[in-house]
């Protein structure tokens, strides 16, 4: 997205450019991740996958606060930032642990 002019955007097109990063992050997060799952042990694995899951609820969470609260632009937009920024923090996190 960084070489995309976002001030020339509609909403629309926001928000089509935003789902289509979301798929992509969520692709590579879900590579990163299964490529640490393959490193560790049974035990490291179980603890990686709760605490994904726990990860994943907090993104969900905090970014619906987002979506509601005060900040501009507002709405679906902050909805969807969130989402984009919290993943790749956690992309990096994942690849940060990987042997």
Not at 25 to 51: F, G, I, V
Not at 65 to 84: D, K, Q, T
């Amino acid at each position: 997205m960084d070489s995309v002019d976002l001030g020339a955007f509609k909403n629309s097109q926001w928000a089509s450019c935003a789902d289509q990063e979301i798929k992509r992050q969520d692709a590579t997060l879900n590579t990163e991740y299964n490529k640490l799952r393959k490193s560790l042990s049974a035990d490291q694995k179980e603890s990686l996958t709760k605490a994904q899951r726990a990860w994943l609820k907090f993104r969900e969470d905090w970014c619906k606060f987002e979506e509601a609260g005060p900040s501009a632009p507002g709405g679906v937009a902050n909805y969807n930032f969130c989402i984009l920024e919290l993943t790749d923090k956690q992309i990096d996190a994942i690849k940060g642990l990987q042997f």
